[in-house]
């Protein structure tokens, strides 16, 4: 029988010391990101099997963190994640992602594989609101960290990063009544989540704010896609009194809300202004370019892995609940752009 | 000391047997969607410690699927991933993600990653063509299945699911001198990477089988980011000569290069055509639409689940290889549509 290689082997060709291999292949962030490199790649090559069960058992640690989302092919989500790997990755982490297509049994299904494949801690932006507590509050039992982005839940003990969503609505429905629009629309998403709740607080707020009509029969609300963006659109034109201003929920109804009323033969932002929600690129690449609004999504995933790492340090037997609320920018763009 | 949750309260209070509760716990597919649940969420309230290391150890699965990708904010990975996902959900595989950003250390670093996870296997598109075989070889000795996607290497007894992009670059060649293009200009990338190296081939291909002079000062290595398409194309318009036409191996730089040509006060089409590569859902969106090459990402991911799951049903014993090879469709838009 062949025998086994071990950490010494690797050290004996590396010309390191054991401990610095151990360290190494544990992702210590003590050994530089190239001895880890090599190390790493010297052990698969001398099939070195690392016993990462015996590992974990004995550690408790296993360096991965678990991310989930609802889709990753936004800019936003794949942003905030781009963030969480700059904060996590110099610390000797690795990132693995979920995503739940905003499917309540997916998220649960997630957690589970999460768990099972022994994470240090699990950082998501929840899909929907019916998935039950008891799932979040087992994890609190575990003691695996549970930090939410975007989309929370309330749970007692568990911190959150988010954006002022009640804020970031109101500047952009404030700034299309500056452009002189007074029958606002607003294309809302699922209320029971309080990001879009709180856009639709926003909104009506800068309504009654600057002594217009709330009609709420411009209030719809729709999924973040670009076709259901389309349907609105047309269902608002064909109104009796149609709007002439609609703010979005979505950058992606938004866009679809643009192709209507083009398709319509309507000019915007003559006729129709357009604002959306999260800054997605194609918002500035369209030669008609979105106003939209900001949600640093960068800084969010740094800060909410600032506050995985400040829980995990602050060991098991510390609870700590933070809230941090980061703030929106609107960004003014063609689609909303009346006066100058 | 409180005693420990087993599975015969779970059996208990569900009113099921235990051999069903293991079995859902387990994600067997012989148990329904709904009732997996149900299981999974009530193992969770009762504050259920499944042993997964025992399992693991046991079965040898953990029902985890790594999937590594170069990044997933464009949608072709999104798509490939979707359709993963979309076939591998239904059997009781989870999907976790890893993304490298194109870093070869990320690379190596994402496999270990995915090891200590204990996936049941990976399925990968490649970064960077210096990751040593070494690597790859080292999941083979550890029989976890290893498929490739979209990138490949050619590593004996890995199989890959890929689109035949000498075919699509010649098509999209083909077609630009078909509306009459005559200095058609490539911007390829790295191409020790095989598509890109095989797209480089089918736009050569084309244009010497039309008898077109073929100027190598007209392909340019670039990456695939929209500032370097702006970049390159300021470069090819500067030259004694510019192309009349660009055949871009990405859509992202494919839309910099239309920037920069709009931006200089030219037409597209009439001055000079352009087409992408990927069908990024942009290219159809914008005013000026992108001619592109649609690679069937969504197919691409189900074929590349599949081959798993054989190889998975094969068994351990059992060593097979299998490449597929989609074909590519081109997508004819505006942007290079000179005669209807």
Partial sequence: MKKKTTI???????????????RALNNNEKISENTRKLVQETALEMNYEQNTLARALKSGKSYNVGVIVPRMDSNFFASVIRGIE?????????????????????????????LNAQVDGILMSIS?????????????????PLIFFDRKKDISGVSSVTIDDFNGAYEATKHLIEQGCKRIAHLSNDRSLEIFKNRYLGYKQAILDHGLE??????IETHSKVEEGR????????????????????D??????????KAQGLKIPEDIC???????????????????????????????????????????????????????????????LKKQ
């Fill in 214 to 219: 709330l009609d709420e029969s411009l209030v």
């Fill in 252 to 261: 992606f109804t938004a866009l679809g809300a643009i192709q209507e009323i």
């Fill in 231 to 250: 349907k609105t659109a047309k269902a608002l034109l064909s109104m009796e009194r149609p709007p002439d201003a609609i703010f979005s929920s979505s």
């Fill in 128 to 144: 929907n609101s019916k998935t039950k507590n008891q799932i979040f509050n087992s994890l609190s039992r575990k003691r695996v």
């Fill in 86 to 114: 700059e904060e996590l990755y110099p610390k000797g982490y690795h990132v693995i992602i979920c995503q739940t297509h905003d499917q309540e049994n997916l998220e649960t299904g997630n957690i589970n594989s999460l």
């Fill in 8 to 22: 010494y082997d690797i050290a004996k060709k590396l010309n390191l010391t054991a401990a610095t291999v151990s």
């Fill in 274 to 336: 357009v604002v959306g929600f999260s800054n997605e690129p194609f918002t500035r690449f369209m030669e008609l370019s979105i106003t939209s609004v900001d949600q640093s999504p960068i800084e969010m995933g740094r800060m909410t892995a600032q506050v995985f790492l400040e829980e995990v340090n602050n060991g098991k037997n510390v609870k700590m609940e933070k809230q941090i609320v980061l703030t929106p920018e609107l960004i003014v763009r063609k689609s909303s």
